[in-house]
């Protein structure tokens, strides 16, 4: 098979990899115990024909990169037990963060599945994939064909935000000027997670009932589970800076949105919008009405269609052009924290016939952005992972602990 030209967007985050930033996203999949590796790596050899770019790697050339078959390609060398280092963590979270912080090998298909052991006798599945191959939508459907067991009832998930590939132009003409006030727009303060990042990881697991939380927000103002996650980050921010740095009145994040369509196979398809949180609001239900304003407009105007289709037609006409606005947006300036979530199984999941005990997601922070949200709904809960510098980030458990405490809190106040 001919290698397979890289998309722009594969190439785009490729560039943002640095000795700082690693480009991968990851999937913690909590079990009783841990997976026997033989089974483990017999399962991935069996399936691996369903998901056929974990079979490549990257080739071709500087000018024209390409994803090409690995011909020395083996399942054994990509799916193993941890190494002495992270299991000697105590705890699942410092466990991940040390396998996070490992580099993939780029002379090989951009993945690695570590089995985990803890202390208590449960395990974990570690999987780490380059966000060049899978964004998170991608990612979590490599995680159903590639690991899941097939008679799993799964259901529908609540949807993350979702998009339409067209776009009218007349109505994007005339739209341009609320778009690019709403995008434009920068943060007057500095941001708490600004600052130079190093190579050390910390992660930090949050989880909440989802069904009741989507249910509270709809009581209180008509408003989708997306933007009670985006409260509960809200809140759970607010906490963590009355800890360490006092109070804040807002700070900006970024959105991504899925602009994936049925049965496409594109790794990457994704855009953002940009959202001010209220986290000097002390008022769950107030946070989540500002919220849930300010997103409807955005969701109203297609502003990440509107990003995307902007952005393609300046590589068109001016690569220069695009890669000056590509640098504007990384502005911490522009946002402090990228807040993604991505629809998992509704129902109970199995592993190599293994009750999965819990899912979460991670993302790689990026420089001068010290924090990364990531959430994915699985089994009735909605799993928030942590993911910083914890040269910047201290004390990252309070805000893991702070998106609970803020979600009961609202649930409370819809009665």
């Given amino acids: 098979m001919d290698g397979i030209p890289l998309s722009q967007e594969d190439r785009a985050i490729l560039e943002l990899?640095?000795?700082?930033?690693?480009?991968?996203v990851c999937k913690v999949l909590s079990l009783p115990a841990p997976p026997d590796l033989g089974a483990l790596r017999d399962l991935v050899a069996a399936r691996i024909r369903s998901t056929p770019a974990?079979?490549?790697?990257?080739?071709?050339?500087?000018?024209?990169?390409?994803?090409?078959p690995d011909p020395d390609f083996d399942?054994?060398?990509?799916?193993?037990?941890?190494?002495?280092d992270a299991l000697a963590a105590a705890d699942l979270p410092s466990a991940v963060a040390r396998l996070f912080e490992r580099r993939l090998?780029?002379?090989?298909?951009l993945w690695r599945m570590d089995v985990v052991t803890l202390p208590d006798g449960s395990g974990a599945l570690v999987w780490r994939i380059h966000h060049a191959v899978a964004d998170g939508t991608t990612?979590?459907?490599y995680t159903r064909e590639l690991l899941l067991d097939p008679?799993?009832?799964?259901?529908?998930?609540?949807?993350?935000?979702?998009?339409?590939r067209a776009i009218d132009d007349a109505r994007r003409r005339a739209h341009l000027a609320g778009f690019l006030d709403r995008e434009v727009a920068s943060s007057r303060r500095r941001s708490p997670f600004d600052g130079r990042i190093g190579t050390r990881r910390r992660v930090a697991f949050a989880s909440v009932d989802m069904r009741v939380l989507h249910d509270a927000a709809k009581a209180i103002d008509g408003a989708p589970l997306n933007d009670a996650l985006l409260t509960v980050v809200a809140g759970a921010l607010r906490r963590w800076l009355?800890?360490?740095h006092g109070s804040l009145g807002a700070v900006r994040v970024r959105v991504p949105?899925?602009?994936?369509?049925?049965?496409?196979?594109?790794?990457?398809?994704?855009?953002?919008?940009?959202?001010?949180?209220?986290?000097?609001?002390?008022?769950?239900?107030?946070?989540l009405r500002a919220i849930h304003a300010a997103t409807a407009v955005r969701k109203t105007e297609h502003d990440a269609e509107e990003m995307d289709t902007m952005l393609r037609e300046l590589a068109v006409v001016s690569p220069r052009l695009e890669r000056f606005w590509s640098r504007i947006e990384e502005s911490p300036r522009r946002f402090a924290v990228s807040v993604s979530n991505v629809p998992g199984p509704s129902g109970a999941m199995t592993m190599l016939g293994e009750r999965v005990h819990a899912l979460h997601s991670l993302a790689e922070i990026g420089a001068r952005h010290a924090l990364r949200i990531a959430a994915v709904s699985f089994a009735g809960r909605l799993c928030l992972g942590f993911c910083a510098d914890p040269g910047l980030v201290d004390d990252l458990e309070v805000m893991a602990g702070g998106a609970e405490a803020d979600a009961a809190a609202l649930v409370e106040a819809a009665g």
Avoid: I, Y
């Avoid at 990899?17 to 991968?24: D, K, R």
């Avoid at 974990?54 to 090409?68: C, E, F, M, N």
């Avoid at 949105?257 to 002390?282: C, I, K, Q, T, Y």
């Fill in 75 to 84: 399942v054994a060398q990509h799916v193993g037990a941890a190494d002495p």
């Fill in 151 to 164: 008679a799993v009832p799964e259901g529908k998930a609540h949807p993350a935000h979702s998009a339409s």
């Fill in 257 to 287: 949105v899925s602009l994936h369509h049925e049965g496409d196979d594109a790794g990457n398809r994704d855009s953002f919008f940009s959202v001010g949180l209220p986290v000097g609001e002390p008022d769950p239900v107030a946070r």
């Fill in 54 to 68: 974990l079979t490549r790697r990257l080739g071709g050339t500087a000018a024209a990169p390409a994803w090409v």
């Fill in 242 to 244: 009355e800890h360490v």
């Fill in 105 to 109: 090998d780029r002379s090989r298909p």
């Fill in 17 to 24: 990899e640095s000795p700082t930033v690693a480009g991968h």
């Fill in 139 to 141: 990612a979590m459907r």
